[in-house]
């Protein structure tokens, strides 16, 4: 996302007297900038350049990344931290639930979701004394800033769930106290109605990508509703309609399509495609390496692999087996972690390697890399030597988030790329609906769903391909042919079906959250994961680990007339 460079005016006097008392001192910004119509746009795009978590002072790249590697697949059964035992021991912590509210990592998240808020309540509370821009501009940038507000607001919430809502009638950014607001009223409603107006107002199509549609905004209001429709495991048919009602409007726009081929969502080549509802731009130059994707800068190989770094985020053999499928190319829901998926782990590295052999689904290999299957165009998979410590996080490397090696190096950093993140696409509408319709009883429809998103990754034109043109593994993916009468049995397949087509993607464990299974899921993961990866031993999740703890100073920083005006989530 590109970042805004706001000048600075320079003022000088030029004679005697004490006038000069009333001018601005040479270097300070001046805020009267923003008042103008270059400065209000300009100050627009700044508040999208936080969209990817990069560039709030003294955050660290990885704690805000807007792709949630760490906050939403670490510590879900989809990912281990990765690279070694001493590198990065606040993850560890995170991974193993010691959620402290003093970690850096929670309290640069919450820095760059607020400074985000900030930037979009700075546009809105300017907006109305800037001349010369028409009526419909003045109503498009208020729209698009309610869209980048309500998304911030929606990171937060779902990251803590308790929160506070700023708007640009709290916010006054000669005032600290003015953003020391309670958070113990629901944001849920306010940010809805953000993306509410952003959906009335916005257009259906913009000129420029990475800008908001009306569609993009109901795609998010209809997430709001599905992130409120399961109270403690229960299915809320009030939300689970409004959703519904929501994603349709997408749906019947005509304006998306699933693309014919699963990686063409995770390639740079093939970014801002037909299935794209809304994704981050990255940009990055030979001259200016400061853009691209630094919040997933550790998640590439070490020492010899793509990138020649960090090593960290490596898939879960929990998570390998899941895309294990039966002889009609079905997901094995009830029985897919009783063994595993045969891998290189334990074998001396000069020691030959036998594949698995047994029937999978084609999306494993576009979602992470392992021995002996080609990743991207950077050669095969060798293993161990592409994996910092296999003894300790496993032999799995991620693989979505890296781009191909002729993406690769277009700076000095070979790490930062253009490879945009996708925060919403049409696959996320499709299977959101199936999870409506499944607690609305129409089962039929949310089959129907599903074998959307399946007939796409049966479609032997996007499997991995070996040298010779064949199938990297035995790729076996069918539809669901038997009509669904069970409700439970129909649930169970739509959320496994999320998992499998979002797994490392930052998503997994704020789906668990909300479904309510959290705490079952997680538990029976790190029962048979300790077995595989030891410091994981004793590691347990409790129900206040479904949100994060509120960062301790940001509490210390809410203090008004000695008493602090956030509130500590319960269990911390």
Known sequence: MKKIFIPVLLVIATSCGDDFLEKRPQGQYSPD?????A??????????????????????????????????????????KGSDAGDQPEQTFLERYVWLSTNT??????????????RTNDVLKSLPKVQGLSDARKAQITAEARFLRGHYHFEAKKMWGNISYLDEQTWDPESPESVLVPNTEDAWPKIEADFKFAAENLPASQTE???????????YLGKCHMFQ???????????????????????????????????DNFAAETRNNAESVFEVQYTVTSADGSGGNQGDELTYMYPNGPGGCCGFFQASQNLVNAYKTDEKGLPLIKTFNDSNVKNDEGLLSSAPFEPYTGRLDARLDWTLGRRGIPYIDWGVHPGRFWIRDQSYAGPYSSKKQIVSKAESGKTGNPRLSTNNYRLMRYDHVLLW???????????????????????????????????????????????????????VAAREAVRFETRLEFAMEGHRFFDLVRWGVAAQVLNAFLEKEKTLRTYLSGAKFEERHQYYPIPQQAIVYSTKNGKATLTQNTGY
């Open 209 to 219: 990508p990475g800008r908001p549609t009306k569609f993009a905004a109901y795609a």
């Open 433 to 487: 609906l199936a999870e409506c319709e499944v607690e609305l009883g129409n089962l039929e429809k949310a089959r129907e769903y599903v074998n959307m998103i399946r007939k796409r990754a049966a479609n032997p034109d996007g499997f991995v391909k070996a040298d010779d043109g064949k199938p990297a593994a035995n790729y076996v993916v069918g539809l669901y042919i038997d009509a669904w009468k069970d409700a």
């Open 39 to 80: 400065g209000i746009e300009g100050a627009l795009v700044g508040a999208y350049a936080l969209l990817d978590g990069i560039g709030t002072s003294g955050v660290t790249s990885w704690h805000g990344a807007v792709s949630n590697w760490i906050f939403g697949s670490v510590v879900s059964d989809d990912a281990y």
């Open 105 to 118: 990592h929670i309290y640069g998240k919450w820095r760059s979701l607020y400074d985000g808020i900030a």
């Open 229 to 263: 429709g399961f109270p403690k495991g229960q299915a809320n048919v009030q939300h689970l309609t409004a959703a519904k009602e929501a994603l349709l409007q997408v749906v019947n726009s005509g304006k998306y399509k699933l693309v014919d081929r699963f990686h």
């Open 33 to 37: 900038i923003i008042l103008t119509t």
